[in-house]
């Protein structure tokens, strides 16, 4: 019987070759219209969707077939690809049209709208959708995008959420109880959708693309605004509002936060009510997937909700007569299944994971019995129609790749499977070491980690939290007791996962490999995984070499290498040479749970595969030092150099060397054939009562042919000092720019003593501090100084054995969506 069914499902797939042969074409267009830098008139791509329908027209009424099968699989495959460029380019650029127009960047507006979404929370504020129903500058009308992203900050909060350096830029109304579906007036700053661009980084204005959110800002709250109001209720988003009444709920209930933080996340979807400490140790031990509503949990309540329909559709004689008990189950669960991803927030990986089972249920009940590969396609093809942009997250081709994997290893697609529970726990063991070795090199790929204890990790997370927590969390939203019982689950997994998280061998972390060598890895973890002979399977190993022994370019002897990341408002530079590593400053704090290490630099090193020697801190100044935690902790082997105090909090993790210039009997060294030397502070700036940016560390590079000079925050008076002291040393080819382009710095005297060919500034796009100033990028441009600054260029990379050049990561990986900065 079993045999039967599979030779007449591909002998229907082979009549129906062709058409299938467009569904790997429409993967293929969407990928090729995801590269586009920028965007055509759309009437372009209209013409792309008209060729499609016609030429696959011909194909399916064989108008071509005397040209062959080739040819008939040849022009469907073209047919798919245009149809998914042509598609995907008319959404982008109707997206497009209702973008924030650039004038209206920076300006008080006064807005009028409704709550779209569940407001987030933390110490630094709310951050909340608003869907913009109307909106005034100086009295006169004018179009906003229909959904903008912003933020409301506390108490204490500048505004742009960094601590506020002086009372008068602290906000001093208090944060209002927003709920989801309140219509408010308020006055609001905008910008375009703007976020750090880094090699192998989160690419922010992506994720915000795919939101629909079409700028970002924050709300005018302070002692000189208007006060915000609230106008009333409206219909609007019941589902949001009663998420974020069940979540309120929990927090009641619950009373330890991190606990009560999971609960939320897996009721809700609500993930940044997860601890940063959390995820860290999620992510050591490979279940962080589990602890956000993922493709698993969405099919794992769909087989849940299936068999629960099924067994009581049984119970009636006349319901079963009226409609076949398997078909109400499998409709049922898809419908129940997507009622959970609708109230856990319809994020991304849920949407994904119910076109999936919508598409294979749909095939189902019409009697198709296709093979898995086709199957696969289609489900791929029907998720990317949707939301082609997917194409571009991690988490789409992690749970593609498993859901591939799964069905290429099945055993039971020969006809045999285990019988009894034994059999089911040994296929659930097989399932989830197949999954594990075929998606370690995509992780590695991916992300640059993977758990080594992951395997271990899952083998208890997956069915502890599947039929465990997950149930007595989403029950307790009828009885509220079970959120106690959910919270002492939770606590118990973690007890077990901080245990093997402390492992010292619990993770492995490799720089990113190239593209082709993570693809091969796959493949080669799959041909280990598969039920084939072993002569076969062990052509995987060398497959899977060059993702383990991927080794990074790296400056040869002799040379070295800058690479500024892009951390907004702050300065965070990595130096390279050919066996050696600097990190000068680690960028700004955003909040107690984010800063710029644990965002950029931890995993900009990790991908690049960095062993730090050295993190030198300019000065205290929390735009410098924020990150400064995350990468220590990152880099246990390094050193700190700094003029921080002896009674600094960074003390505690790791102490700090003073930096003293060189020729104050302080630090100078050689790697690689390269020299560093501290040219200030002095020894006795220490005994001064001196500001912070006074007390900088500056750092000159050098290979004898090339110098580097990296000098913090320093000021006029110190630049005036160190033309005085130093003016044989700070002629320099690359400067970063002092106090990210202050007014009270970057002097002509010191411009004429340094003498750079390039000037690098590290400074927010819009921040409220307008780094760098007009006046001293005129001092620059008039010195034919080349000026590159992190909003226009990403970050930024420059080599001594290129000086000539400095690359740019903003243009380097430009796509439609992301921000041109005017």
Known sequence: ??????????????????????????????????????????????????????????????????????????????????????????????????????????RDIAVVGVVAAMPQRSEVGLRFRFSVESATLDGAAVALPPQIYLSWYSSGYGAMGAPASDASAAVVQPLADLRAGERWRMTVRLKAPHGNSNPNGFDYELWLWEQGLQATGYVRAGPKDAVPQRLGDTWQHPVERARQQVRDAIQVRVAERQLAGVIAALVVGDQNAIERADWDVFRATGVAHLMSISGLHITMFAWLAAALVGGLWRRSARL???????????????????????????????????WMLATVGLLRLSGRRWPWPQVWLLACAVVLAIDPWALMQAGF?????????????????????????????LTMAHEQWVVTLALTPLTLL????????????????????????????????????????????????????????????????????????????????LL??????????????????????????RPPAGQFELLAADIGQGNAVIVRTAAHTLVYDTGPRF????????????????????????????????DHIGGAPAVLAMQPQASLLSSIEAGHELQALRPATRCIAARDGGQRWSWDGVSFEVLRPNASDYEAANKPNAMSCVLRIS??????????????????????????????????????????????????AVQPHWALVQAG?????????????????????????????????????????????????LRYWHHRVP
């Open 703 to 752: 290979n004898g042919a090339q110098t580097a000079l990296l000098v913090g925050d320093i000021e006029q008076p110190q630049e005036a000092r160190l033309v005085a002291d130093a003016a044989d040393l700070i002629k320099a080819n690359v400067l970063l720019v002092p106090h990210h382009g202050s007014k009270t710095s970057s002097s002509a005297l010191f411009l004429d």
């Open 765 to 813: 796009y819009r921040s409220r501090f307008g780094h760098p100033a007009p006046p001293v990028l005129a001092r620059y441009q008039e010195r034919g100084i080349r000026v590159v600054d992190s909003a226009h260029c990403g970050a930024a990379t420059w080599s001594s054995a290129q000086p000539g050049q400095v690359g740019c990561q903003r243009e380097a990986g």
């Open 591 to 622: 909040s107690q749970e984010s800063d710029a290490g644990q965002r950029v630099l931890v995993p900009l090193l990790r991908a690049l595969g960095e062993r730090v020697d050295t993190v030198m801190l300019s000065h205290r100044d929390s």
């Open 528 to 553: 280990l995984a598969m039920r084939l002979p072993w002569s076969l399977r062990v052509l995987g190993l060398p497959l899977m070499l060059p993702v383990l022994l991927w080794q990074p370019h």
């Open 446 to 525: 991916l992300f640059g980690q993977v758990s080594v204890v992951g395997l271990l990790a899952n083998a208890v997370a997956i069915p502890w939290i599947t039929l465990v927590v997950t149930p007595l969390s989403m029950l307790g939203i009828l009885l509220a007791p079970l959120w106690d019982a959910a919270a002492w689950a939770i606590a118990a997994l973690g007890w077990y996962l901080k245990l093997l998280a402390q492992l010292p061998f619990a993770t492995v972390s490799i720089a990113s490999p190239a593209v082709w060598a993570g693809a091969a890895g796959v493949f080669g973890g």
């Open 1 to 106: 019987m079993r045999n039967t069914w599979h030779q007449g499902g591909y002998r229907a797939a082979a009549r129906a070759a062709p058409a299938f042969a467009a569904l790997p074409g429409f993967i293929a267009g969407t990928a090729l219209q995801l590269q586009q830098p920028v965007l055509w008139f759309w009437p372009v791509y209209a013409c792309f969707v008209l060729a499609a329908l016609v030429l696959y027209w011909l194909v399916a009424t064989k108008s071509i077939v005397n040209r062959g099968w080739l040819w008939r699989r040849a022009a469907a495959f073209v047919a798919g690809a245009a149809l998914a460029v042509g598609l995907c380019g008319v959404r982008a650029t109707a997206f497009e049209h209702d973008a924030l127009a650039p004038a209206l960047e920076g």
């Open 397 to 425: 081709w992690l749970s593609f790749v498993a859901v591939g994997v799964l069905f290429a290893t099945d055993p039971g697609a020969g006809g045999v499977r285990p019988a009894g529970a034994r059999g089911r726990l």
């Open 320 to 354: 079963c007569l009226f409609y076949p008990a398997p078909s109400a189950a499998l409709i049922g669960g898809v419908l129940l299944a997507t009622a959970y991803a609708v109230f856990s927030g319809w994020g991304v990986p849920s949407q994904r994971t119910i």
